[in-house]
């Protein structure tokens, strides 16, 4: 899986896609919420097929494998604005959690702040889930409502393929450079189909440095391979940087990078505790929403929701700093996180059974 | 309650004081002119009539020599459109004229932070080939005033953003 996604990540970026940006789920999103014309922002404008893949490859592979079920119900309004928020952290970081990997392995240091960042919001998350967190267990729900995600990402592929006059393609910016569309769908199916049989989350991988012993076996029993996964991640990604000649190491000045390290810190920090209070990063709750779970499938909308707002309200960070809309709304994002967390724990219980099966 | 809620508590307290101070810090800031959404147009050129008249005759100014109005001008023009990259560019191309690579560089580096466009092959405002033709006159300035003095911590900055510069002509997200 890391192979997978470190080589073929950074071979996107070659072929085409924004440097260090070979996947990247809050980006694209943004892009996709551009195409669908939720924001007017003309150089994010691109249906994104990698997003498309993530989905479709889970799908398909769980229908092979049988392991397609419908379940849902376990707050999906809370995991709807939890999506929101997660994009809203993305965003002032400039990049999810893989993206996060990507720059590493290119050289930029100035990321490693977000991965401190994300790491404690990390083991806050896990604080909460430890201490009696949870969200309602989820139950079998009729199998059309876990078709509505990958029907949407079937409507995402027809409209990009046909481009009807309502869809917006970017022209220049970020949202013009792509890889070829083959490239892209081909390397996200494959991603999502392997996502959905490892599990890979980058949360559920850092979660492992803070689960030890009988933790680790009781509450997260993959997470073990998942920092393993994590691990051969950012050093084929490395490689491969270096082969193409795209490591260019530096503190400040990367592509993608924000430079005002507090907010980069904080925003992966909100990005590490929601992911961990909704089971999984964004990366995996597209997978898991391909694979019938219609609560990720909710958290899947809210990002798609945060896509628009970050861009609506000048929210996201950029090479000049984060604005201050950004500030507030990280802000106000650690606080709802709080609140969620706060108001859905069970005092005096440890950890809930739907947590136990693995921190996605 | 036990210990996560009382921490839980303090943290909620201290962000809703941060965000407080945060919004009473916009709400106090001095209102800079704002640019509405509606105000661009695709090419990413302001569409304010008299701006567009101050920016063709500073242009104009500059064919012509006269540096002393010219830079008189662009500087008003850059207090009054501060998320304006054009009279940033102009200020540049005036540094450029006055044989002083260094500072053009500094002021192509706001304009292109203020508006991609100047990096945009795809656009009327493209300004690529005299954004490079500039870096490289720059970093032989830089290079020869670090031979004289290599701690000179001015020109050390200068030569990282010439790097950074080079980076974002490579091309970078959002």
């Known amino acids: 899986m890391g192979a997978v996604i ?27 919420a551009g195409a669908l014309g939720f924001h007017n922002d003309i150089r994010m404008q691109y249906i994104r097929p990698e997003i498309i893949g993530f989905v479709l490859g889970s799908f398909a592979f769980s229908l ?30 400039i990049g999810c959690p893989v993206k996060l990997v990507l720059k590493i392995a290119a050289g930029d240091y100035a990321a490693c702040i977000g991965l401190v960042g994300l790491s404690i919001g990390i ?138 390290y507090l907010w980069s810190f904080l925003g992966m920090l909100v990005v590490g505790f929601g992911s961990v209070l909704i089971r999984g990063c ?36 950029s090479a000049a700093g984060t604005p201050p809309a950004g500030q507030i709304a990280v802000l106000i994002s650690l606080c709802l996180l709080l609140a969620i967390g706060l108001l859905n724990r069970k005092r005096g219980y440890g950890i809930a059974p739907e947590y136990q099966t693995g921190l996605d | 309650m036990d210990k996560l809620d009382k921490i839980s508590f303090v943290v909620l307290v201290v962000l809703l004081v941060w965000i ?74 005036l540094y450029i004229r006055k044989q002083n690579p260094v500072a053009a560089m500094l002021e192509h580096k706001r304009g292109i932070e203020l508006n991609p466009d100047f990096l945009d092959k795809k656009t009327a405002l493209f300004q690529g080939k005299v954004i490079k033709r500039n870096l490289d006159d720059a970093l032989i300035a830089i290079e020869e005033a670090l031979q004289r003095n290599p701690a000179d911590s001015v020109m050390l900055e200068n030569k990282k953003t010439y790097n950074y510069l080079k980076r974002r002509i490579a091309g970078s997200c959002n």
């Open chain 1, 282 to 317: 964004p990366l995996r709750q597209l997978v898991a929403a391909g694979q019938g779970d219609n609560d990720a499938g909710a958290a899947v909308f809210g990002m798609l929701m945060g896509a628009a707002l970050v861009k609506n309200w000048d929210l996201a960070g």
């Open chain 2, 20 to 93: 407080a101070a945060l919004v009473v810090r916009q709400i106090e800031a001095p209102q800079l002119e704002r640019q509405k959404p509606g105000g661009r147009i695709e090419s990413g050129i302001y569409s304010n009539p008299e701006f567009d008249k101050k920016t063709d005759t500073a242009r104009k100014l500059l064919a012509a020599g006269n540096l002393e109005l010219a830079e008189q001008l662009v500087k008003a023009l850059s207090a009054d459109f501060p998320y304006e990259g054009t009279p940033r560019v102009l200020l540049a191309d």
């Open chain 1, 6 to 32: 470190g080589v073929g990540a950074v071979l996107l970026s070659f072929f085409g896609n924004p440097a260090n940006t070979g996947i990247c789920v809050s980006c694209f999103m943004e892009n996709v």
């Open chain 1, 64 to 93: 092979y494998r049988r392991q397609f079920v419908s379940t849902g119900g376990s707050s999906p309004l809370l995991r709807f604005l939890v999506g929101v928020v997660l994009i809203i952290g993305c965003s002032v970081f």
């Open chain 1, 123 to 260: 083991y806050i998350g896990l604080e909460f889930v430890e201490n009696g967190f949870q969200l309602g267990v989820p139950r079998d729900l009729p199998l059309a409502n876990a078709l509505i995600i990958p029907a949407f990402m079937v409507f995402l592929l027809v409209v990009s393929l046909l481009q009807p006059a309502f869809i917006a393609f970017s022209v220049k910016g970020s949202g013009a450079q792509h890889a070829p569309l083959i490239w892209s769908l081909g390397l996200g199916l494959l991603i999502g189909a392997l996502a959905h049989y490892t599990q890979f989350c980058i949360t559920g991988g850092i979660a492992r440095i803070f689960l030890r012993g009988p933790r680790e076996i009781m509450n997260c029993p993959r997470s073990t391979g998942l920092l393993v996964s994590i691990g051969s991640f950012l050093g084929f990604a490395l490689v491969t940087n270096l082969l193409t000649d795209q490591f260019h190491p530096g503190l400040s000045g990367q592509p993608s990078s924000n430079d005002s």
